[in-house]
Protein backbone atom coordinates (compact mmCIF):
# COMPACT_ATOMS: atom_id res chain seq x y z
CA UNK A 1 0.00 0.00 0.00
CA UNK A 2 1.24 3.22 -1.01
CA UNK A 3 1.89 5.81 1.74
CA UNK A 4 -1.14 7.71 2.09
CA UNK A 5 0.82 11.18 3.81
CA UNK A 6 2.39 11.37 0.53
CA UNK A 7 -0.92 11.59 -1.73
CA UNK A 8 -2.00 14.89 0.94
CA UNK A 9 -2.17 18.29 -0.32
CA UNK A 10 -0.69 20.69 1.66
CA UNK A 11 -1.15 21.69 4.03
CA UNK A 12 -3.34 19.44 5.01
CA UNK A 13 -5.81 19.12 8.17
CA UNK A 14 -6.41 16.38 10.80
CA UNK A 15 -9.04 15.64 13.10
CA UNK A 16 -7.51 15.18 16.29
CA UNK A 17 -8.35 12.10 18.69
CA UNK A 18 -10.57 12.99 21.22
CA UNK A 19 -12.11 10.57 23.52
CA UNK A 20 -15.77 10.37 23.96
CA UNK A 21 -15.54 12.97 21.55
CA UNK A 22 -14.33 11.52 17.90
CA UNK A 23 -16.46 8.14 17.67
CA UNK A 24 -17.99 6.59 14.29
CA UNK A 25 -20.98 8.91 14.87
CA UNK A 26 -18.84 12.00 15.03
CA UNK A 27 -16.47 11.25 12.45
CA UNK A 28 -19.27 10.46 10.06
CA UNK A 29 -21.23 13.35 10.40
CA UNK A 30 -18.29 15.28 9.57
CA UNK A 31 -17.35 13.27 6.81
CA UNK A 32 -20.52 13.43 5.37
CA UNK A 33 -20.90 17.35 5.81
CA UNK A 34 -17.18 18.35 5.36
CA UNK A 35 -15.59 15.72 2.85
CA UNK A 36 -15.94 17.10 -0.68
CA UNK A 37 -14.62 16.17 -3.69
CA UNK A 38 -12.58 19.45 -3.50
CA UNK A 39 -11.00 18.38 -0.38
CA UNK A 40 -10.53 15.14 -0.05
CA UNK A 41 -7.09 15.06 -0.08
CA UNK A 42 -6.53 17.36 2.77
CA UNK A 43 -8.70 15.78 5.56
CA UNK A 44 -7.33 13.57 8.04
CA UNK A 45 -9.39 11.89 10.72
CA UNK A 46 -8.23 10.21 13.62
CA UNK A 47 -10.05 7.24 16.19
CA UNK A 48 -10.57 7.73 19.30
CA UNK A 49 -6.95 6.35 21.25
CA UNK A 50 -7.57 2.81 22.08
CA UNK A 51 -5.37 0.51 24.42
CA UNK A 52 -2.96 -1.85 23.41
CA UNK A 53 -3.48 -3.94 26.36
CA UNK A 54 -7.05 -4.19 26.05
CA UNK A 55 -6.75 -5.37 22.74
CA UNK A 56 -4.72 -8.08 23.25
CA UNK A 57 -7.24 -9.54 25.57
CA UNK A 58 -9.99 -11.48 23.73
CA UNK A 59 -12.71 -10.47 26.07
CA UNK A 60 -11.90 -6.72 26.19
CA UNK A 61 -11.57 -6.60 22.70
CA UNK A 62 -15.22 -7.08 21.87
CA UNK A 63 -15.63 -4.15 24.31
CA UNK A 64 -13.19 -2.00 22.34
CA UNK A 65 -14.21 -2.91 18.69
CA UNK A 66 -16.77 0.08 18.34
CA UNK A 67 -13.83 2.41 18.73
CA UNK A 68 -12.27 1.06 15.56
CA UNK A 69 -15.36 1.26 13.51
CA UNK A 70 -15.36 3.11 10.53
CA UNK A 71 -16.99 4.39 7.38
CA UNK A 72 -15.19 3.96 3.96
CA UNK A 73 -16.41 7.95 3.70
CA UNK A 74 -13.62 8.82 6.68
CA UNK A 75 -10.89 8.03 4.28
CA UNK A 76 -7.92 8.52 4.63
CA UNK A 77 -8.08 7.03 8.60
CA UNK A 78 -5.80 7.19 11.04
CA UNK A 79 -6.36 4.65 14.07
CA UNK A 80 -4.85 5.74 17.24
CA UNK A 81 -3.17 3.36 20.25
CA UNK A 82 -1.75 3.27 23.48
CA UNK A 83 0.14 1.58 25.61
CA UNK A 84 3.78 0.66 27.50
CA UNK A 85 4.21 -2.79 26.73
CA UNK A 86 5.84 -3.24 23.37
CA UNK A 87 4.91 -6.84 23.15
CA UNK A 88 1.34 -6.03 23.59
CA UNK A 89 1.78 -2.79 20.98
CA UNK A 90 2.63 -5.55 18.38
CA UNK A 91 -0.27 -7.67 19.16
CA UNK A 92 -2.77 -4.91 18.89
CA UNK A 93 -1.49 -3.28 16.12
CA UNK A 94 -1.40 -6.56 14.48
CA UNK A 95 -5.11 -6.44 14.77
CA UNK A 96 -5.34 -2.62 14.09
CA UNK A 97 -3.63 -3.43 10.30
CA UNK A 98 -5.99 -6.24 9.61
CA UNK A 99 -8.77 -3.68 9.64
CA UNK A 100 -7.42 -1.71 6.48
CA UNK A 101 -6.97 1.19 8.35
CA UNK A 102 -5.06 3.65 6.26
CA UNK A 103 -2.38 4.23 9.44
CA UNK A 104 -1.81 3.98 12.85
CA UNK A 105 -0.49 6.46 15.12
CA UNK A 106 0.95 6.35 18.79
CA UNK A 107 -0.15 8.14 20.85
CA UNK A 108 3.07 9.75 23.39
CA UNK A 109 1.04 12.97 24.10
CA UNK A 110 -1.94 12.28 26.41
CA UNK A 111 -2.27 13.65 29.73
CA UNK A 112 -4.25 11.70 31.45
CA UNK A 113 -3.59 10.34 34.55
CA UNK A 114 -5.07 6.92 34.07
CA UNK A 115 -2.67 6.77 30.95
CA UNK A 116 0.25 8.07 32.93
CA UNK A 117 0.22 5.62 35.48
CA UNK A 118 0.98 3.02 32.81
CA UNK A 119 3.78 4.85 31.93
CA UNK A 120 1.98 5.16 28.17
CA UNK A 121 1.18 9.01 26.72
CA UNK A 122 3.26 11.54 27.84
CA UNK A 123 4.40 9.37 30.14
CA UNK A 124 6.89 8.04 27.37
CA UNK A 125 8.41 11.39 27.02
CA UNK A 126 10.23 10.42 29.80
CA UNK A 127 11.18 7.16 28.62
CA UNK A 128 12.50 7.90 25.02
CA UNK A 129 14.43 4.61 24.50
CA UNK A 130 10.91 2.58 25.57
CA UNK A 131 9.52 5.10 23.31
CA UNK A 132 11.69 3.80 20.39
CA UNK A 133 11.23 0.19 21.44
CA UNK A 134 6.94 1.05 21.01
CA UNK A 135 7.55 2.38 17.49
CA UNK A 136 9.52 -0.87 15.96
CA UNK A 137 6.89 -2.85 17.86
CA UNK A 138 4.06 -1.29 16.23
CA UNK A 139 5.76 -2.20 12.57
CA UNK A 140 6.25 -5.84 13.87
CA UNK A 141 2.80 -5.79 14.61
CA UNK A 142 1.94 -4.56 10.99
CA UNK A 143 4.52 -6.47 9.15
CA UNK A 144 3.02 -9.86 11.08
CA UNK A 145 -0.55 -8.49 9.28
CA UNK A 146 0.92 -8.93 5.75
CA UNK A 147 0.05 -4.78 5.28
CA UNK A 148 2.49 -2.21 5.11
CA UNK A 149 1.09 1.24 6.31
CA UNK A 150 2.75 4.07 7.73
CA UNK A 151 3.06 5.20 11.40
CA UNK A 152 2.96 8.70 13.12
CA UNK A 153 3.55 9.82 16.24
CA UNK A 154 1.76 12.06 18.32
CA UNK A 155 3.20 14.18 21.14
CA UNK A 156 3.99 17.01 23.08
CA UNK A 157 6.86 19.04 23.81
CA UNK A 158 8.06 18.20 26.80
CA UNK A 159 6.51 16.08 30.18
CA UNK A 160 7.09 19.09 32.99
CA UNK A 161 9.73 21.44 31.00
CA UNK A 162 10.23 22.10 27.23
CA UNK A 163 12.65 19.11 26.07
CA UNK A 164 12.99 19.09 22.29
CA UNK A 165 16.02 18.83 21.73
CA UNK A 166 16.57 15.57 23.58
CA UNK A 167 13.24 13.90 23.07
CA UNK A 168 12.29 14.64 19.28
CA UNK A 169 15.52 13.40 17.96
CA UNK A 170 15.19 10.14 19.96
CA UNK A 171 11.40 9.76 17.94
CA UNK A 172 13.29 10.70 14.57
CA UNK A 173 15.77 7.97 14.73
CA UNK A 174 12.87 5.26 14.03
CA UNK A 175 10.54 4.86 10.79
CA UNK A 176 7.73 7.26 11.41
CA UNK A 177 6.17 9.04 8.49
CA UNK A 178 4.11 11.62 10.34
CA UNK A 179 4.75 13.44 13.82
CA UNK A 180 2.45 15.59 15.18
CA UNK A 181 3.26 18.12 18.39
CA UNK A 182 1.22 19.07 20.61
CA UNK A 183 2.99 22.49 21.33
CA UNK A 184 2.52 22.29 25.19
CA UNK A 185 3.87 20.51 27.99
CA UNK A 186 2.51 17.33 29.70
CA UNK A 187 2.66 19.90 32.87
CA UNK A 188 0.54 22.78 30.61
CA UNK A 189 -2.02 20.78 29.57
CA UNK A 190 -4.72 23.05 27.95
CA UNK A 191 -4.36 26.10 30.57
CA UNK A 192 -1.77 27.88 28.98
CA UNK A 193 -1.94 29.32 24.93
CA UNK A 194 -0.08 26.82 22.55
CA UNK A 195 3.48 28.19 21.89
CA UNK A 196 3.74 27.79 18.11
CA UNK A 197 7.15 29.37 17.71
CA UNK A 198 8.75 25.57 18.48
CA UNK A 199 7.87 24.56 15.28
CA UNK A 200 10.58 26.02 13.51
CA UNK A 201 12.90 24.38 15.92
CA UNK A 202 11.17 20.95 15.41
CA UNK A 203 11.74 21.41 11.85
CA UNK A 204 15.46 21.70 11.48
CA UNK A 205 15.61 18.70 14.13
CA UNK A 206 13.49 16.98 11.38
CA UNK A 207 15.89 18.42 7.89
CA UNK A 208 18.85 17.51 10.11
CA UNK A 209 17.61 14.18 10.52
CA UNK A 210 17.51 13.78 6.76
CA UNK A 211 14.35 11.66 6.59
CA UNK A 212 11.16 12.70 5.06
CA UNK A 213 8.94 13.17 8.07
CA UNK A 214 5.70 15.15 7.92
CA UNK A 215 5.14 17.65 10.97
CA UNK A 216 1.73 18.23 11.86
CA UNK A 217 1.02 21.61 14.75
CA UNK A 218 -1.39 21.02 17.10
CA UNK A 219 -2.49 23.49 19.58
CA UNK A 220 -5.50 26.54 19.80
CA UNK A 221 -6.93 26.40 16.36
CA UNK A 222 -9.81 27.90 16.27
CA UNK A 223 -11.56 27.60 12.63
CA UNK A 224 -9.89 26.35 9.11
CA UNK A 225 -8.70 30.13 8.15
CA UNK A 226 -6.49 29.79 11.31
CA UNK A 227 -5.36 25.99 10.36
CA UNK A 228 -4.09 27.96 7.06
CA UNK A 229 -3.05 31.05 8.82
CA UNK A 230 -0.67 28.77 11.22
CA UNK A 231 0.53 26.23 8.18
CA UNK A 232 1.79 28.86 6.07
CA UNK A 233 3.24 31.34 9.07
CA UNK A 234 5.30 28.33 11.13
CA UNK A 235 6.20 26.35 7.86
CA UNK A 236 3.65 22.87 8.84
CA UNK A 237 2.84 20.27 6.49
CA UNK A 238 -0.49 20.06 8.22
CA UNK A 239 -2.57 21.28 11.23
CA UNK A 240 -4.34 19.10 13.85
CA UNK A 241 -7.60 20.60 15.32
CA UNK A 242 -9.36 18.87 18.17
CA UNK A 243 -11.70 21.78 20.18
CA UNK A 244 -12.65 24.09 17.42
CA UNK A 245 -14.35 20.78 15.13
CA UNK A 246 -17.16 20.95 18.43
CA UNK A 247 -20.49 21.93 17.06
CA UNK A 248 -19.25 22.75 13.43
CA UNK A 249 -20.11 19.54 11.26
CA UNK A 250 -19.02 21.75 8.07
CA UNK A 251 -15.55 22.60 9.56
CA UNK A 252 -13.60 21.18 7.21
CA UNK A 253 -15.94 21.81 4.14
CA UNK A 254 -14.17 23.39 1.16
CA UNK A 255 -17.05 26.08 0.75
CA UNK A 256 -16.32 28.55 3.99
CA UNK A 257 -18.09 30.51 2.83
CA UNK A 258 -21.81 28.75 3.13
CA UNK A 259 -24.57 29.84 5.59
CA UNK A 260 -25.82 27.46 7.73
CA UNK A 261 -29.06 27.97 8.60
CA UNK A 262 -30.17 27.16 12.53
CA UNK A 263 -32.25 24.58 11.30
CA UNK A 264 -30.02 22.95 9.19
CA UNK A 265 -27.85 22.65 12.59
CA UNK A 266 -30.25 21.41 15.15
CA UNK A 267 -31.42 18.94 12.48
CA UNK A 268 -27.53 17.76 12.16
CA UNK A 269 -26.98 17.58 15.43
CA UNK A 270 -30.36 15.21 15.44
CA UNK A 271 -29.39 13.17 13.03
CA UNK A 272 -25.83 12.92 14.98
CA UNK A 273 -27.64 11.82 18.09
CA UNK A 274 -29.44 9.22 16.07
CA UNK A 275 -26.31 7.48 14.88
CA UNK A 276 -24.88 7.81 18.35
CA UNK A 277 -27.68 5.33 19.11
CA UNK A 278 -27.76 3.78 16.55
CA UNK A 279 -24.18 2.79 16.46
CA UNK A 280 -22.78 3.01 20.59
CA UNK A 281 -25.53 2.71 22.71
CA UNK A 282 -28.17 0.22 21.17
CA UNK A 283 -24.89 -1.92 21.57
CA UNK A 284 -24.34 -0.74 25.11
CA UNK A 285 -21.09 1.15 24.36
CA UNK A 286 -21.64 3.88 25.45
CA UNK A 287 -24.17 5.89 28.12
CA UNK A 288 -26.33 8.00 26.12
CA UNK A 289 -24.64 11.27 28.28
CA UNK A 290 -21.62 11.01 26.32
CA UNK A 291 -23.75 12.54 23.25
CA UNK A 292 -24.66 15.02 25.32
CA UNK A 293 -21.30 17.26 25.56
CA UNK A 294 -22.08 18.03 21.92
CA UNK A 295 -25.47 19.40 22.67
CA UNK A 296 -23.67 23.04 24.02
CA UNK A 297 -21.50 23.00 21.06
CA UNK A 298 -24.73 22.64 18.68
CA UNK A 299 -27.01 24.87 20.63
CA UNK A 300 -25.31 28.32 21.02
CA UNK A 301 -25.20 31.85 19.82
CA UNK A 302 -29.37 32.33 19.48
CA UNK A 303 -31.92 33.53 20.95
CA UNK A 304 -33.46 30.52 23.24
CA UNK A 305 -30.60 28.98 22.88
CA UNK A 306 -30.02 27.85 26.44
CA UNK A 307 -33.92 27.23 27.56
CA UNK A 308 -33.46 24.84 24.67
CA UNK A 309 -29.91 23.30 26.31
CA UNK A 310 -31.16 22.48 29.50
CA UNK A 311 -34.51 20.56 27.74
CA UNK A 312 -31.71 18.55 25.59
CA UNK A 313 -29.69 17.99 28.70
CA UNK A 314 -32.72 16.52 30.34
CA UNK A 315 -33.08 13.77 27.45
CA UNK A 316 -32.90 10.14 27.56
CA UNK A 317 -33.11 9.09 23.86
CA UNK A 318 -32.54 10.31 20.09
CA UNK A 319 -36.38 10.55 20.11
CA UNK A 320 -36.65 12.89 23.30
CA UNK A 321 -34.22 14.61 21.23
CA UNK A 322 -35.93 15.28 17.72
CA UNK A 323 -39.44 15.98 19.34
CA UNK A 324 -37.57 18.58 21.69
CA UNK A 325 -35.73 20.17 18.97
CA UNK A 326 -38.32 19.99 16.19
CA UNK A 327 -40.93 21.89 18.39
CA UNK A 328 -38.83 24.44 19.13
CA UNK A 329 -38.24 25.29 15.16
CA UNK A 330 -42.14 25.37 14.88
CA UNK A 331 -42.27 28.46 17.81
CA UNK A 332 -38.78 29.82 16.28
CA UNK A 333 -40.13 29.73 12.55
CA UNK A 334 -43.45 31.72 14.40
CA UNK A 335 -41.14 33.83 15.89
CA UNK A 336 -39.44 34.67 13.53
CA UNK A 337 -42.58 35.23 10.84
CA UNK A 338 -44.68 37.48 13.27
CA UNK A 339 -41.52 39.97 13.39
CA UNK A 340 -40.87 39.94 10.08
CA UNK A 341 -44.84 40.52 9.67
CA UNK A 342 -44.81 43.29 12.05
CA UNK A 343 -42.19 45.03 10.64
CA UNK A 344 -43.24 44.72 6.70
CA UNK A 345 -46.97 45.76 7.82
CA UNK A 346 -46.87 48.22 10.62
Known sequence: ????????????????????????????????????????????????????????????????????????????????????????????????????????DINMGCPDKSVVSQGAGSALIKTPELARKIIQAVHAGIKSAGKNIPVSVKTRIGFNKEEINTWIPKILKEDISALTIHLRTKKELSNVPANWDY????????????????????????????????????????????????????????????????????????????IFEKELLIPKHKNFDVIKKHFKAYVSGFDGAKELRIKLMETKNSKEVEKIINDFLKKFAKKVFNKNFSHEHF
Request: hydrophobic share 40%.
Open 1 to 104: MKNFWEKLEKPFFCLAPMSDVTDIAFRYILAKYSKDRENKNKIVFWTEFVAADGLCNKFARKKLAHILKFSERERPIVAQVFGANPENMKIACQYIASLDFDGI
Open 199 to 274: IKKIKKLIEKSGKEIFLIGNGDVKDLKDAEEKAHKYGCDGIMIGRGVFGDPWFFSSDQNQEITLEEKLKVLIEHTQ
